[in-house]
């Protein structure tokens, strides 16, 4: 059997943060969320035979928000991926929630159903701060959630967090890492803010204070450093987590292993394909209703040349990086023949080639995206 990873997509937020553009509808309506996830169930029955010789060894719930999902609906979902798909019994099985948006009783419907990895949405600790991203929550309430998660037995806990905000200083973020730090939380996802065209932050970026590039690069390095000493190993340029306890699930994408992604906007990589759905959440409950089954989009045969451009992209977002001998054996040659200005960024310090293996340093994650369009 081989494994396959699920990514369930829940488009839903209580209201829309500031600089966020996931694909998720604001609001409330208990009835279209009950309606969506019975659409989801009718596309894992229509579909399981697609996927009769996998076994999903991870799941994960993201979004928009999760939790906004009642308990009775969490059960339903899991009874039919776990009736129509084989699902390892040691599955990791993570959902996204938002502090606020769970009580005692969800946490433990979500444990009983066997979700045994929970990342929480905390971006700062500074209250100001999370008014001027729009988040819905205080640290406090935060705080209050995670008491429960842990109150409800679960041992791997992750936290995201953001830094480079508006009239962020390193002082303010450092602020934020200390007191993350003495929750000793599994794993840790700290993203740099990214200006998104379309959100509200996209609409009013002149007026933004954000941090200068030097000043984001400085609090990039004391945040690695941190985290570091504190026992935390950057796996991913994001991404930090104690031993063990790296997200299986993410891995999955940066390997360039297979998932299925179900749900408006959710992408998959099955079969050497690359796919995605419509980002339309009542298009896609109204297909399903039907009879139908949503339609894929941008839907592509990966051919060799830009598989292997991907394959070095997402690798190269690992601190493992690429395996030498595993690029040649996959695609008949030398990863420096074919990416040769590979050597540019060796000698500038940006990148290593070193037992066998090429990856990024440190100062080389914090300018990948640039250095990526330039290699590939
Ligand atoms: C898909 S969101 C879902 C998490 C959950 N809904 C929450 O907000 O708590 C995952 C994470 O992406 C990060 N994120 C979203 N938009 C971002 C942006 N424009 N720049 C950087 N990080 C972003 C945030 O840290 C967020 O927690
Ligand atoms: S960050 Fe999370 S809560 Fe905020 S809009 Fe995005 S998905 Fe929704």
């Known amino acids: 059997m081989k494994s396959l990873g699920l990514y369930i997509h829940i488009p839903f937020c209580e209201k829309k943060c500031n600089y966020c553009d996931f694909y998720s509808k604001e609001g409330n309506d208990e009835d279209l969320k009950s309606k969506y996830v019975d659409a989801l169930c009718l596309q894992i029955e229509r579909e399981a035979e697609l996927y009769k010789n996998h076994i999903i060894d991870t799941i994960f719930f993201g979004g928009g928000t999760p939790s906004l999902i009642s308990s009775r609906d969490m059960e339903k979902l899991m009874l039919s991926i776990k009736k129509w798909l084989s699902v390892d019994e040691n599955a990791e099985i993570s959902i996204e929630i938002n502090p606020k948006t769970v009580d005692f009783e969800k946490l433990t419907t979500y444990k009983k159903i066997g979700i045994n990895r929970i990342s929480i949405g905390l971006q700062s600790t500074d209250d100001e701060m999370l008014r001027c991203l729009g988040r819905i929550h205080t640290y406090s309430d935060f705080l209050s959630t995670y008491k429960m ?19 962020q200083t390193e002082k303010m973020l450092l602020d934020t890492l200390s007191k993350v730090l003495c929750l000793d939380i599994e794993h840790i996802s700290a993203y740099l803010l990214k200006i998104e065209e379309k959100t509200y932050f996209g609409k009013i970026k002149d007026k933004l204070s954000l941090p200068d590039d030097d000043t984001e690069y400085e609090m990039y390095i004391k945040m690695c450093e941190l985290l570091e000493e504190n026992g935390y190993n950057q796996y991913e340029i994001s991404n930090f987590s104690k031993a063990g306890k790296r997200s299986r699930h993410n891995l999955k994408y940066w390997k360039s292993e297979e998932y299925i992604g179900l749900g408006p906007n959710a992408h998959s990589y099955f079969d050497k394909r690359r796919y995605s759905y419509k980002a339309d959440t009542v298009a896609y409950i109204n297909e399903l209703l039907k009879g139908d089954l949503p339609e894929k989009i941008s839907e592509e045969q990966v051919e060799c040349i830009s598989e292997m451009d991907e394959y070095v992209m997402l690798k190269l ?39 066998g293996k090429c990856y990024f340093t440190r100062q080389g994650f914090f300018v990948s995206n640039y250095i990526l369009s330039d290699i590939l």
């Open 149 to 167: 998660v842990r109150e409800a037995n679960f041992d791997n806990v992750s936290v995201d967090l953001m830094y480079g905000l508006p009239s």
């Open 317 to 355: 977002r690992l601190s493992d990086g690429i395996e030498l001998c595993e690029f040649e054996e996959s695609f008949g040659t030398e990863l420096i023949n074919k990416y040769p200005s590979i050597m540019k960024y060796v000698n500038s310090g940006h990148m290593k080639l070193e037992n």
